[in-house]
Structures are given as C-alpha cells and as structure tokens.
C-alpha cells in the first residue's frame, strides 16, 4: 500500500528545475526567518512555551519544503501549524494545570503574588494619615505637601532622594516655595508644577513612590488620602517565606499559599504545579461514589440515540426529496434547514418555553387533543425524550447537509446497474447507498457522538440535568451526563472554580473517550479500504 | 509545482497580514449601518456622536477601561464626554456578559478592565485570588448604606463602591387582595377563600426551591449558615437541616396538599401565573418590577409575613488590582459615579434599590420602596465559597418534597448530610486532634472537621498545633482528613485506643504529630 | 422483455411514484412543521412587547415591531456592525478553511506516506478533548501573539480567524478525504501518465468534481464560525469590533433581565445571511455531478 503511490517523488523531481529549487529556497528561508523573529521576540518577552510551539512549526514547514521525502506535508504544512497552535498546544497547557493549583485563589503567578504581598501596608499605631497636594519637576522628581488632621503641614521628598533632608517646612522663600495657599500649600515651588488632581490623578507613578524618612515613609493611597504606611509583610526570597512586620508571623509557602503555622493564610495564592492531587482529589472525591452508573449509562443513551434519530432524519431527508424529480424539493429543503441557521442559544430556550408542562404550547395542544398533559421537567424519562427531541431538532439539518452532499460521490450507474438487477428501492439503500455513505461519513459519526457524549450546553441550557436524582448523594439529575455532572462537582466546588481540579477530570474523561474511539477505529479501519478506488 | 506552492503560502500570509489590516479599516465599512440607525433615534443617538468631536480637541492623556453589563454600559457611557473633558481621559466602557469568568482570563494576564461590575458574592473569589484592588472612598464613604459596605467588605478592607442591592420582596395582586397579610396563616386564609371564590388557581406559588423560597424558610427559624461572633458566615455551621428547615418543608407539602400552595417551582411559571392573576401572592425581586408594569398586572410589594428575611445581593464597582491606572479608577468611581445623578440613572434604566444614600433618598419609586422595606432585615447572601456546594442539595430537597419522593425530614437531612460532607471533603489533607479538650478551645468536641484544632504543618514534615487550655483530664486522637476513616490512638495505633493527657494547670499545650510514626506529642510548659 | 409487460411494468412504477409521491407530501408536511413551529415562536417573541417566553400566544397582544426598533437604535449595540463583523469573519475563515482542508485532504487522500493514518486518527481524537481550558490557553496565545505582532493579538479580527483556522484541521478534513476517496484513482493515475503532476490533478481533475462537497463544508463552516461567541467574546471585547452571536448573547446574560423580544429579533435578522447563503448555494449540493462526469 505504501508504495503504491511513487508518483509524488518522481513527478516532484521532474518539476525541479534548480533555478525553481533556488527561488523556494529563498522563499522558505525568508518565511522562516520572518517567523523566527516572531520567535525570538516571544523568547525575549519570555513566552517559553509558546516559542518552543513556533520552532517546531518553523521545523515542520522548513522540513515540508526543503526534505523531498517530506513533501506531502507541503499540502497541509500551513494547515497543521495553525492546529498545532491553537488545538494542541490548547490541549498541552490543559493536561500542564491538570498538575496545578490553577484556579479561584491561585489564579497569578508567583511573581505576581509577591508583588501583591509585598504591596499591602498597614498604619502603624502611632502612624497618621494626610491631606496631600503633589508637585512634579521636569524630570519627574517628585514633592509631597501633607496636612495632618491637627492642621500641621509639611513637604516630604521620595525617600530614595540624595542629599537633601527628607522633610521640611512650608516657609516661603525657602526651598523654592513660592505663594501658599488658604490650605498652607505652596501655589508654586521653584522647579516643579503643582498637580492638579487631574493630574495627580492620572501619574501612574505617585502611588508607588515613598515620601519621607525611611522609617517613617509616607505613600499616597487615594485621591483624597496619603498616609504613613509601612508593608505589612517582608519576603525572604530565601526559604519563600513572609514574615508579618506588625506580629512576627511567618508564613511558609505551602502548594502556592503562604501559610502559617496556625493555619492563617495569605490572599492572594500562586499558580503552581502540585502534582497528582487533583487526579487524586477526584478519585476519592464523593463525587465518584455517587450515582455514576446511572449517568455514565445515561450518557452512551444519550450521545448513541441523539447520532441515530439526527442521522436517520437527516438521511431520510435527503434520500427522499434528493430525488431531482420531486418537485418541490428546493422550497422543502430550505424550510427544513431553518432550525440550523438560528442561534442553538435561542431555539434550545425556545423548546424549554413550548415544553412548559403548565403553560407550553405543546401540552396545550396535547391537552386539548388528548387530555394527557407530560411534565416534561419533572419525570426522569420523559425529561429525557424531551431532551432527545430537541437534540435531534437541532441537529438533524446538519446530517442533512452533510448525506446530500456524500450521497453525490455515489456514482448514479451504481444505482442503474442495480435497477436492471431488479433490486427495490429499499434494497438498492440498504445494500449500495448506505454502505457507501458511510465510507464518507463514517468518522463524522464517530465525531457527532463525541460531540454529543460531551454536550454540555444543551443540558445545561435546556433543563440543567434535572429532575434531580434523590438517591444521590452528590447534586446530580437524570438528565446529567458525565461532563455536566463533573462539572459541577469542580465548579460548584467548596473553594470556588478549580480549574485544575477540571483539567484533571478532563484529561481522565479524554483518556476514556480516546479509548472508545480507538476500539471504534478497530472495528472501523475497513471503511478506508473499501472507499479506495470504488 | 513547488511554486505554487509558495504561491498558496504567500497567499496564505497576505491574506493573514490583510486580515490583519482589516480592524484598522473596519470603521470605514461599519459606519455607514451606524448611520442608518441616526434618522430615528432623534433623542437616544446625541451621547455617541458628542464624543466623536471633542476626542479631537482633548487629546486624552490616558483611558480607563470599564466592563458592565448591558445595562450599566449606557449609563457609564454617558460620563465619558465629562470624563474626557475634565479629566482628559478616555473612558473605553465595554459591554461584557460572563464579567467574572472574562475578568480571571483576562487580568492576570494584564488585558483586563480598569474596573469592573460585579455582585457581591461573586467577588469574593476575585479578592481572593488576588485580582482587585483595595478601594478607598475617602469621605464618600459615609454617603453609601453601610449594609453594602459591609458586603464589600473582606478581612476588613473595602473592595468595591457598591450602587444597589437587591432583594426579594412579598408581591400580591391587589385586585384580590387589599391588606398584605403579615402573617402565613393569615396568607393561608385569604388564599383558601380567594380559591373558594373562584377568583384565582392557587393561593400562592414559589419561583424557585431554594433563593426564592429563602424568605419563607427564615420565618420558619430556616437558615443556611449560622454566623459566628463577629456576624460572619459560620461554613461549620450548616442550617439546611434545622427544624425551621423542616418546618417549612411540612407547610409548604401541606399548602400543596390543600392545594393552596402551587406545586410547581419553575421560574417562568411562577412569574407568568401571577402575571395572569393565577395567583394572588408570590415572591420575587426588583428585576420582575418592568415586566410586572409593562404587563399591567395590578400589584404591590409588601414584607414578608412571619419576619421572612430574604438574602440580599450588592452590586458594586471593583478596582483591577494590575491596573495602571488605581488612582485614576477610584477619582472616577468617587468623583463620577458616585452622584446622585449617575446613581438616580442606573436606578432608572434598571430598578433596584439605591446603595447611595442620596440617591437612596431621592428614590421615588414606591415598589422599590417597599422591596427596600422587606429587605431591611435581609441577611446579606453568603459570600463564602462554601456556598457554592449548597445550592444544588438544598434546592433539590424542596423538588422531592413536593414531588412526594421524600418526606420534608428526610429530604432536608438528606440535603444537610450531603452538604456537610461536601463542605468537609475540602478538609483532605486535615490532620485533626479530635478529642474531649476541642471544648475547651472551640465550640467542637470529638469532631475531627473542626477548623479550630486542626494542625499545621511544618517544615521539618511534622505537623503543630498549640492551644491554651484550662487544668483538667482530657482525652484526645489523631484524625486525617476531617473524619474518622483514619484515626490513630495510643501508641499510634490505627484506630487504636484514645490518648490521655493531664493539665496540671492552665497554660500552653503544644501537640506535634509526626505522621510517619503517628506518634502524637504533647508538651506543656 | 415484450412491449407489453415493459408496459405494465412502467405503469405500476408510475402509479408507484404517485403513491410514493403522496406519501413524501405528507411527511414533507410533518416535517414542515416540527423543524418550523419554535422559529414561529421566535417571530412571535420577536413581535410582542412583553417579555415572557412562557406565557407567549402565537399572535401577541399588542404585536408590533418595538423590539426591532430597539435592536437597530440603540446607540450601545451596533447590531449592524456586529452583523458585518460576523459575515466579514465567516467568510474569511471560510475560505481559508476551505483551501487549507481541502489541500491537506488531497494529500491524505491521494499520498501514502508514513504516519498518514496515525495522524488522521490523531486529528479526530484531538477534537473528543473536552476542553474547558481552551478559553484560558487561547487567550493567552493570542496576548502572546499580540504583544509581538500587535496585528495578530487580541481585539483584532485577523487575530480571531486565525484561532479559528486552528480548528480547521478537524472533522472537516474526514468529511473531505471520505469524498475525495470516492473519486477513483484511475483518473489521477491516467493523467499522470500523460505527464501531469500532482498539482495539475489537483488543481484541474479533482478540485472541480468535489464542487458539492465544498459548498456542504463551505455550509458547515461558515455556520460554525457564525454562531461562535465563546472565542469570539474573551478575544475581541471592543464594541465596535464583536460579532453578533457575542452580542446577541449579552442581551441574555443579564442574571434577571433577559430581554427576549429583542434577542428573537436580533436571532432572526442573524440567521438571514445563513438563509441566504444556503438558498443561493443549495443547487450546488445536489444538483452537482453524474457519474459520468467522474468517469469523464
């Protein structure tokens, strides 16, 4: 099989001239270093991972181009380097905080954090807080006038400022102090602008400079405020410790959370690889106990039924009124698009409006037709025809679109030669057009299951996986499948969203599905073959 | 053929480096739609255009980002010529759904907004992670109703400028019913003749099992967190299962049984049944206030009967803590949308009740007023993550109530049960000292989820705890994981026999666990 | 085979097509009505001025087009703009999904090659991850990009289709290497032959037969890209800049004040440019090929 097709190499080898050869060569060599200084400013700003994902895609295309042996790869070098960015590389950095802490509390780096930590300030005892106007020279050297609540004023220069005392008097004539105002500020002082609130307002670096003795520092804090603030926690880069200034407490830094002995923590946390707790978590996570059973069996119902009543509708469709002798067909087929072209967020609230068991359209009409009035919201099975039916709505134009287009790579003389043969209708779908649909579209089944074994939004939107289950010992409805019923478990969860927790139970849930599918490529690997060459 | 190739390639990136244009040339193709919508809209168009000429006399000196929901963004729309001209800042106000799901993306990677919008117990997890900045009001601070504050308030520092609370209130129709019953019973009684009458289907019916039957559960003596000494919410403390609980679990299956109550939760339901005068009574919030006016159901809010106390939820401005622009985003918050103005015009787009005082007294709006009124004794909704794991569980309980699936006990036992244990599955990893002694320090005894005893652990891989407990015999075991499943007695036997220790006098004791021996130490001084 | 019978034969087919006929009518009709009856609800809500799905009739009181009014003048939601966007996106996105799947297809269709079956698979199996964290990562992606090539970033279109193309790569390339494998290789082989190379036969033999194929995928894509908001809404949080699902999707994400009439009638304006293309482009899903055209 593999050698079947020579053609590639050989036909590639006549065309090269070496003038064409020296011409891609340059091309190539001008792509890849147009995407290696694209790499190397992401290197620069430190986007490692990211980088590495762009040398790999400037080895991938380089390779295409210039390794003959490759040259397939030419025809989807483009394509794979936008998938390796934005599916794989997705997927990668997934499994990665399947290993972390990400989520509610750890959300920032631990750069980051410090930062923060290191930022919060408190008023000691004896400290005061200020009235303050700022004054700003050229060269952004900066003056604070303050005011205390008894009326005491003084000006205050940046701690770090050499040479000068640190404070001094408002006394014009002194200091370059020019006229003073009913406050007792300096209208003017020599050398720098007053600022306005305006301005002060939008300096982005007067909330981080500290005026005053180093002991004594004075930091602005808001618009109306400055005051003697002191940081409130001291890093030791050392052991990644914080120590408390106001009570002696140092915290340690356990899994991106500064804690202390006592069990106080530090808000904010960090992001930060922990390991194989979260797969833990989940293992011995209530969640698992619960009535996993009954949804796990649910969600097979769910995905295979939703793949058999879109598909079947949709192939119906098209057979019946693909007929180019049925007049008709085109007004038909618009109609019965329609339900794919509204947005799924809107119609799926619309059938959750008609389904109303009181005031629903639908049972209006059943009540009045047949006296039955279903609550669909409220008796697990009929829940679930009702979730069933709105699937299949919602999806059957697509298996529509889809069979009209695969039923026209089924040649017609097939069919002609099976008329002759005296075959039905029937037998001519059951034995020649079916089998051959699905040589085409046999993986887009497989894909539509995935899709719904893993249709979170209509459950969600439609009945939020009710009617609850009472049995359960966790929150979980008999609509629930898998993904909605974890969701909830690592979203829902005691401590906020935990993204990590999630990540986890996605990469579980993907090495679940992968291994149905792979069982499923098993049994399917025949349809490439029998497509070849019909 | 490898020309092609490259040809393809090249087409490819020129289409991208086009593409790429494309935003830059965007206001060119979207502004003739833009100016189609300008004939009609003579009164509502002037704010956009206003901008447009001043942007070009100011040359704004930096901007600040807002995210609001679609209906603050209008409002905060309108400031940014004022804004612009006074302050020489742009104000960008974006319209975002899913505030605070955006925000977490967005903000520690430095893209996010100068501020945002956001309800109260939905900011918790933000201040938590680090996300927003401490908020000072300076003298505004008095001009705001101290309940919002409070709301906005963690570990003691401000958050978040809040603009409106909100809570449910007691409507009735008042072509059925004259005089708010201030009683269930008498709730009870009016509707038992309402129905006899033929006037209306049922008495009363609840649009939810668990927010929006809360005030009903309160007058029972129902709660869901007890609080501790300082007011806050105690997560120890879950009240799905108290007998208030229950209480109201028998009530309203009996209400349902004499077909006073209605049996459906849903919603939409409830909303569309009083709107159709179906019913004479139910509960909701300031939200349905529009909907109930644009339909013309005739109707009024009162107090809940009993003392019902609703949860209550704040709405509020919060600061980006990787803002550049903190001092900026906070003049603004106070200089600007701090007034009675601004405020009176979110009021206005959307009624809910003032959290700034002067705009809280300018309200006229006499619905509003009497929602404010059955919210004065609100109970703030719980801010704390627990929360998050008892929504589904209580909710449910009601559902199987009335579906007859369980009895109201059984139900909300249930509930408290598999609540509890979810709260305490975060207690994985606790190393607990469960014994007679957790009294002397803590409200618990013999209970290894007890948050005040558990022990920490330190560097050299040993856990401490140290505690301050009065003379006397105590008993004391080594619990993992906030329960019993693992324990370790004398000896450091699994499961073994409970340890014994003396205090001779009252001091400090200092327990160390070493969790490979399972050897507990104690140590008095 | 007599004239007779031939006859007889053709006669019981015709009455067989008449019943056949009938029969197709009336499930035409049932059809009819189950996939149109919500959309009716949806025009009906698009009308009324109050705010309620449930208690909705089918001709509301008080019908009118206030909610349309509101959808085009309100000066904070530029619902034509966002429309534009969306339509300038789709297409874009389209067509450049279209040549990068239908090139790499070709390959997987026409070459064999080591690792041609695993990587297929590969692209399936990568589409089953249940990826909630995709948002995160994309983001962060396109802020990298962004902070390199500012054209390229956040808030940009350009940045946004590519994402896009990032999924182009998926099951499209299955449906388009399942039709292609239909169309026999002697005729690629026979040009070959004759001296053609592969790009010539790609580009002149089977690029004009896959016709129905492209627009189905074209179709699939141009609708999926349309109706995304939840890339769509993290990447691009510029007024001016949003698609309409994004927008769309703001007017019921209020937590209490969904406002339905105005989101039904923005939803069906939306689903207008979907209609048309499909009406324009069906003739082209089935009223393509013959075989003998294949065999040529």
């Known amino acids: 099989m593999e050698n079947k097709n020579g053609s590639i190499g050989t036909v590639a080898k006549k065309s090269i001239s070496s003038l064409s050869s020296f011409i891609t060569t340059f091309i190539i060599i001008a792509v890849d270093v147009l995407l290696g200084y694209i790499t190397y400013q992401l290197a620069s700003m430190g986007y490692i991972p990211l980088t590495v994902v762009f040398i790999i895609i400037i080895l991938l295309i380089s390779a295409a181009f210039l390794i003959p042996k490759l040259s397939h790869l030419r025809w989807m070098a483009v394509g794979l380097s936008a998938w390796l960015l934005f599916s794989i590389f997705p997927i990668l950095f997934t499994i990665y905080n399947a290993f972390t802490n990400y989520g509610d509390g750890h959300l920032i780096s631990q750069t980051q954090a410090i930062e923060q930590i290191t930022n ?86 007067l909330t981080k400079i500290k005026f005053g003795d180093p002991e004594k520092t004075i930091q602005v804090r808001s618009p109306s405020e400055a005051a003697e603030l002191l940081p409130l926690y001291e890093y030791n880069p050392e052991d990644n410790t914080f120590t408390n200034q106001q009570t002696g407490k140092i915290y340690y830094d356990r899994e991106g959370t500064w804690t202390a002995r006592d069990g106080t923590q530090l808000i904010p946390g960090y992001n930060t690889v922990i390991g194989i707790d979260n797969f833990v978590e989940f293992a011995t996570s209530p969640g698992l106990r619960g009535p996993l059973v009954t949804i796990v069996t649910w969600n097979f119902i769910f995905a295979s039924m939703s793949l058999l009543l879109t598909f079947s509708l949709g192939l119906l469709i098209s057979v019946i009124y693909g007929d180019p002798n049925f007049k008709g067909k085109k007004l038909l087929r618009s109609f019965l698009i329609i339900p794919y072209t509204i947005p799924s967020l809107i119609t799926i609230l619309i059938w959750r409006g008609m389904l109303n068991p009181n005031l629903g359209i639908v049972n209006r009409m059943l009540e009045s037709v047949f006296g039955i009035s279903p609550d669909w919201f409220n008796v697990p099975t009929l829940a679930r025809i009702a979730i069933l039916t709105v699937n299949t709505w919602l999806g059957y134009p697509y298996w529509m679109l889809v069979t009209s287009g695969a039923l026209q790579s089924i040649p017609s003389d097939i069919y002609e030669a099976a008329e002759v043969d005296g075959a039905t209708g029937f037998q001519r779908f059951w034995r020649i057009t079916l089998p051959l649909l699905l040589v085409s579209v046999g993986p887009l089944m497989i894909a539509s299951f995935i899709f719904n074994f893993n249709n979170f939004n209509l459950i969600y939107v439609f009945i939020n996986g009710g009617p609850p289950i009472p049995t359960a010992t966790t929150t979980a409805g008999y609509t629930d499948i898998i993904i909605s019923y974890v969701y909830n478990l690592a979203f829902a969860s005691g401590r906020g969203v935990q993204y990590g927790y999630a990540s986890a139970i996605s990469v579980v849930l993907f090495i679940l599905i992968a291994a149905m599918s792979l069982i499923q490529f098993r049994f399917t690997n025949m349809w490439e073959e029998v497509g070849e060459n019909v | 053929m490898k020309k092609r190739f490259i040809l393809l390639a090249v087409i490819l990136i020129a289409s991208f480096v086009l593409g790429a244009c494309a935003p830059e040339a965007t206001p060119e193709p979207t502004e003739p739609p833009a100016e189609e919508t300008e004939p009609p809209a003579e009164e509502t168009e002037p704010p956009a255009e206003e901008t447009e000429p001043t942007e ?97 308030t963690y570990e003691g520092e401000l958050y978040g400028m809040p603009y409106a609370t909100e809570n449910l209130g007691f409507f009735y129709n008042t072509d059925y019913v004259e005089e708010p019953p201030t009683t269930w019973d008498e709730v009870y009684s009016i509707s038992e003749q309402l129905i006899a009458d033929g006037t209306v289907q049922y008495g009363i019916v609840l649009a939810g099992t ?71 009574f139910f509960m909701n919030g300031p939200w349905e206030l529009n909907n109930l006016r644009e339909a013309g159901t005739p109707f009024a809010v009162a107090a809940f009967p009993d003392g019902g106390q609703p949860f209550m939820g704040v709405q509020g401005f919060m600061i980006n803590a990787f803002s550049e622009n903190i001092l900026l985003a906070q003049a603004f918050l106070t200089e600007y949308v701090a007034t009675q103005e601004t405020m009176l015009k979110f009021y206005e787009v959307d009624p809910r009740v003032p959290a700034y005082v002067p705009a809280l007294e300018a309200m006229d709006d006499p619905d509003l007023q009497a929602i404010a009124e059955a ?52 207690t994985t990893g606790m190393i607990n000292l469960p014994g007679s002694w957790q009294s002397t320090v803590s409200d618990c005894e013999w209970d290894p989820a007890c948050a005040d005893t558990a022990m920490e652990l330190g560097d050299d891989g040993l856990y401490y705890a140290t505690f301050t407990i009065p003379a006397g015999d105590y008993e004391i075991k080594v619990a993992h994981d906030g329960g019993w499943d693992t324990n370790y007695g004398v000896d450091g036997v699994a499961g073994g026999d409970n340890i014994t220790f003396t205090v001779e006098e009252e001091g400090e004791v200092q327990f160390i666990y070493d969790p490979e021996t399972h050897l507990l130490e104690i140590i008095q001084d | 085979m007599s004239d007779q019978v031939k006859e007889k034969k053709t006669r019981t087919i015709t009455q067989q097509r008449r019943l056949g006929l009938i029969l197709r009518w009336i499930l035409a009709v049932v059809l009819i009505i189950f996939s149109i009856f ?41 619902f034509f703009t966002w429309l534009w966007n969306s339509i300038k996106i789709s297409v874009i996105t389209t067509v450049l999904t279209l040549t990068l799947t239908t090139m790499a297809a070709f390959a997987f269709s026409r070459f064999r090659f080591k690792g041609r079956q695993e990587l297929l698979k590969t692209i399936l199996l990568v589409q089953s991850f249940p990826n909630l964290l995709a948002i995160v990562a994309l983001f962060s992606i396109s802020k990298q990009i962004g902070d390199v090539f500012a054209a390229l970033g956040l808030n940009t279109h350009a940045g946004l289709i590519l994402v896009y193309l990032g999924g182009a790569m998926g099951m499209n390339i299955w449906l388009m290497k ?44 141009f609708i999926g890209t349309y109706g995304e908001f939840i890339i769509a809404r993290t990447l691009l949080t510029k007024r001016e800049l949003q698609t309409v699902m994004v927008g769309l999707q703001i007017y019921t994400s209020g937590q209490y004040t969904q406002n339905w009439g105005v989101f039904s009638a923005g939803a069906l304006i939306a689903a207008l440019p979907i209609m048309i293309i499909y009406l324009v482009l069906q003739d082209q899903i089935v009223g393509g090929l013959t075989a003998g055209a294949v065999k040529g």
């Open chain 1, 120 to 205: 919060q300030t408190y008023l000691p005892e004896t400290g005061k807080a200020y009235e303050w106007v700022a004054y700003r020279s050229n060269d952004n050297d900066y003056l604070l006038w303050v005011k205390d609540n008894e009326g005491n004023t003084f000006i205050a220069r940046p701690v770090e400022s050499e040479g000068d005392e640190r404070i001094f008097d408002v006394v014009q004539g002194e200091n370059g102090i020019g006229e003073i105002d009913d406050d007792g500020a300096p209208v003017t002082i020599e050398g720098y602008t007053r600022l306005n609130r305006i301005l002060a307002a939008t300096d982005q670096n």
């Open chain 2, 56 to 152: 070009e006399v100011v040359e704004p000196s930096a901007s600040i980002r807002i995210w609001a929901d679609e209906q603050r963004a209008p409002v905060l729309s309108e400031l940014a010529t004022d804004f612009l001209a006074e302050y020489g800042v742009e104000l960008v106000v974006e319209n975002i759904s899913g505030i605070r799901d955006q925000f977490s993306v967005a903000a520690p990677a430095g893209e996010g907004p100068d501020i945002i919008i956001l309800a109260h117990d939905q900011a918790a997890a933000l201040v938590a992670s680090g996300l927003v900045a401490p908020i000072d009001l300076g003298p505004k601070a008095d001009e705001f109703v101290e309940e919002a504050l409070n709301a906005f």
């Open chain 2, 210 to 280: 668990s927010y929006d039957a809360y005030p009903w559960m309160t007058s029972q003596g129902g709660y869901i967190f007890g609080t501790d000494e300082n007011g806050d919410y105690d997560p120890t403390d879950v009240g799905v299962g108290s007998e208030g609980m229950i209480q109201f679990g028998e009530m309203a299956l009996q209400w349902v049984e004499d077909g006073i109550l209605s049996d459906n939760t849903d919603n939409t339901t409830a909303k569309s049944m009083f709107l159709n005068g179906d019913v004479a």
């Open chain 2, 375 to 426: 919210g004065a004794n609100a109970q703030p909704m719980p801010a704390i993550p627990e929360m998050g794991k008892v929504w589904g569980d209580w909710g449910n309980a009601l559902t199987f109530i009335l579906n007859g699936e369980k009895t109201p006990e059984e139900a909300y036992t249930f509930a408290q049960e598999a609540i509890v244990a979810a709260i305490s599955s975060d």
């Open chain 3, 38 to 78: 919500p959309v009716i609800w949806i025009i009906s809500a698009s009308i009324d001025p109050v705010n309620n799905l449930a208690t909705q009739k089918l001709i509301p009181d008080n019908a009118g087009i206030q909610n349309f009014r509101e959808l085009i003048n309100n000066p904070i939601f530029p």
């Open chain 3, 178 to 221: 399942g039709y292609m494998d239909t169309i026999p290789r002697d005729i690629d082989e026979s040009a070959h032959v004759d001296g053609a190379n592969d790009w010539q036969v790609f580009s002149k033999l089977i690029l004009p037969l896959l016709r129905p194929i492209l627009v189905v995928i074209g179709i699939l894509s």
